[in-house]
T-cell receptor, first 112, second 114 residues
Framework: NAGVTQTPKFQVLKTGQSMTLQCAQD?????MYWYRQDPGMGLRLIYYSASEGTTDKGEVPNGYNVSRLNKREFSLRLESAAPSQTSVYFC???????????FGAGTRLSVL | GESVGLHLPTLSVQEGDNSIINCAYSNSASDYFIWYKQESGKGPQFIID?????DKRQGQRVTVLLNKTVKHLSLQIAATQPGDSAVYFCARRESGAGSYQLTFGKGTKLSVIP
């Protein structure tokens, strides 16, 4: 039982490049989330998926897209990376929307 | 707007002493508050939560106090151990209108001195 697994752990992009951050959970949770964490800041919600087949914007969705591929997987895509998107990205899941969230180890992204 | 903030960015405590981490909030329409622990290189880990209709809740070596009058939340760690060294975040979960989003504070870094 690995919990929430994120790939890759580290990534460096050039401005304008695109990439997809992957997240998978093996806890049969219904809800999944993407957060970003900037230095000295708390986590901010980018997008969430309350249940399979639905996605909604969080606090800071601009510049990102998400896909709830199936119940296990929730990906985050940067279509044209910008230096302002340099951050640590965390995926989380919970049994249901509004319940305790379990976090992955994070993806550290640098955009040059 | 709404915010969840912390009084101190860093806290150093001698091993064995008690730690108190504080948090202030500005919105009263919250269903509950949560404390998370984040160790270096890892994601946040749930510690304890408290509903807004409670004043105190205890866990294993941790106690959370909620003072709604002054909109203040604290996390007390008893007999602090080196393994408690981490960044601690308070978070507020919204309630109402079908929204359950978490709003995180900026975090307090706890360092335990052996």
């Amino acid at each position: 039982n690995a919990g929430v697994t994120q790939t890759p752990k580290f990534q460096v992009l050039k401005t304008g490049q695109s990439m997809t951050l992957q997240c998978a959970q093996d806890m049969n949770h219904n809800s999944m989330y993407w957060y970003r964490q900037d230095p000295g800041m708390g986590l901010r919600l980018i997008y969430y998926s309350a249940s399979e087949g639905t996605t909604d914007k969080g606090e800071v969705p601009n510049g990102y897209n998400v896909s709830r591929l199936n119940k296990r997987e929730f990906s985050l895509r940067l279509e044209s990376a910008a230096p302002s998107q340099t951050s640590v990205y965390f995926c989380a899941s919970s049994e249901a929307w509004g319940q305790e969230e379990y976090f992955g180890a994070g993806t550290r992204l640098s955009v040059l | 707007g709404e915010s969840v903030g912390l009084h101190l960015p860093t806290l150093s405590v001698q091993e064995g002493d008690n730690s108190i981490i504080n948090c202030a909030y500005s919105n009263s329409a919250s269903d509950y508050f949560i404390w998370y622990k984040q160790e270096s290189g890892k994601g946040p880990q749930f510690i304890i939560d408290i509903r807004s209709n409670m004043d105190k809740r205890q866990g294993q070596r941790v106690t959370v106090l909620l003072n709604k009058t002054v909109k203040h939340l604290s996390l007390q760690i008893a007999a602090t151990q080196p393994g408690d060294s981490a960044v601690y975040f308070c978070a507020r979960r919204e309630s109402g209108a079908g929204s359950y989003q978490l709003t995180f504070g900026k975090g307090t870094k706890l360092s335990v001195i052996p």
